[in-house]
Nanobody, 121 residues
């Protein structure tokens, strides 16, 4: 079994900051790309940022310059540092990893349950 758990969400005022974490555990042998997605009420899930095993990153235009994605490969953990938060950043944030289980040669996607981020005064 592979578990993916997000943490760090909460309520923050506009202009504030939050740091999300995503930890993968269980019988996981390796992780390729990791990513953050978000889904606001009534909207489709959208890409926020991704990071490869070598540190290459991609950001959605809406978060460039405000969010920073990073990872600690030794801990199978990924982070999303969010600054200058806006009300439109309010959403459930999901972690997605492309990983390979112990004993398998195939990479598959694993998703977390999500963590709520609310930006409001």
């Amino acid at each position: 079994q592979v578990q993916v758990v997000e943490s760090g969400g909460g309520l923050v005022q506009p202009g504030g900051s939050l740091r999300l974490s995503c930890a993968a555990s269980g019988s996981i042998a390796s992780i390729s790309t990791m990513g953050w997605y978000r889904q606001a009420p009534g909207k489709q899930r959208e890409l926020v940022a991704t990071i490869t095993s070598t540190g290459a990153t991609i950001y959605a235009d809406s978060v460039k310059g405000r969010f920073t994605i990073s990872r600690d490969n030794a801990k199978n953990t990924m982070y999303l540092q969010m600054t200058s938060l806006k009300p439109e950043d309010t959403a459930v944030y999901y972690c997605d990893i492309l990983g390979r289980r112990d004993g398998s040669s195939e990479h598959v996607y694993y998703w977390g349950q999500g963590t709520q981020v609310t930006v409001s005064s």
